[in-house]
């Protein structure tokens, strides 16, 4: 099974700023890694798909990089809007698994 | 726009069986893609359940691969889930979802499931 880890589990961040998540697989996954918004009390988002392709109706702050195991998911000048959890998912092999997520908090 | 409905006892006792469908109006279930599920304690992250393709096709998470059914309904354009011997670990928001190019694209909005003693 591949595991995810994100990094860091939590952050608060002040609007504008730019918020860095990273996501590390135990093996490599190519570019098979997803990621999702999931705010509370709602279902999750798909944000990011295969690392770095954009999603219609996501805005243009959010955007990913990386391959083999080290990912990144960027949002650039955050938005009060953007509280919510953050998880990466891979969908290189089975079992599908997703990382443990990161908190985002606006202060 | 495809929407996704999940629905089902919102208790169960230990032991039983959890049983829940997914619905699929504006879209159809004998398209193309897999449909998933994925479950989620209080508090806490996000588990595939598994997955399957309106042909019949399944994959299933090793963890409870022998107490998970996926099975889909075409005449009622429904997936449905059933989860036997459950526990107080099963206790969970349970999400259905598909998967558009390996990564899951649209996702009910979630029912929650509480096993009691």
């Known amino acids: 099974e591949i595991v995810l880890t994100q990094s860091p589990d939590f952050q608060s961040v002040t609007p504008k700023e730019k918020v860095t998540i990273t996501c590390r697989a135990s093996q490599s996954i190519d570019s098979s890694l997803h990621w999702y918004q999931q705010k509370p009390d709602q279902s999750p988002k798909l944000l990011i798909k295969?690392?770095?392709q954009s999603i219609s109706g996501v805005p243009s702050r959010f955007s990913g990089s990386g391959s083999g195991t080290d990912f990144t998911l960027t949002i650039n000048s955050l938005e009060a809007e953007d509280a919510a959890t953050y998880y990466c998912h891979q969908s290189s092999s089975l079992p599908l698994t997703f990382g443990q997520g990161t908190k985002v908090e606006i202060k | 726009q495809v929407q996704l409905q999940e629905s089902g006892p919102g208790l169960v006792k230990s032991s039983g069986t959890l049983s829940l469908t997914c619905a699929v109006p504006g879209g159809s279930i004998r398209n193309s893609n897999w449909w998933t599920w994925v479950r989620q304690p209080p508090g806490k992250g996000l588990e595939w359940i598994g997955e399957?393709?309106?042909?019949?096709?399944?994959n299933y998470n090793p963890s409870l691969k022998s107490r998970v059914t996926i099975s889909v309904d075409r005449s009622k354009n429904q997936l449905s889930l059933k989860l036997t011997s459950v526990t107080a670990a099963d206790t969970a928001v349970y999400y259905c979802?598909?998967?558009?190019?390996?990564?899951?694209?649209?996702w009910g909005q979630g029912t929650m499931v509480t096993v009691s003693s």
């Open positions: 295969f690392a770095s």
């Open positions: 979802a598909q998967t558009g190019d390996y990564a899951f694209d649209i």
């Open positions: 399957m393709l309106h042909s019949g096709s399944t």
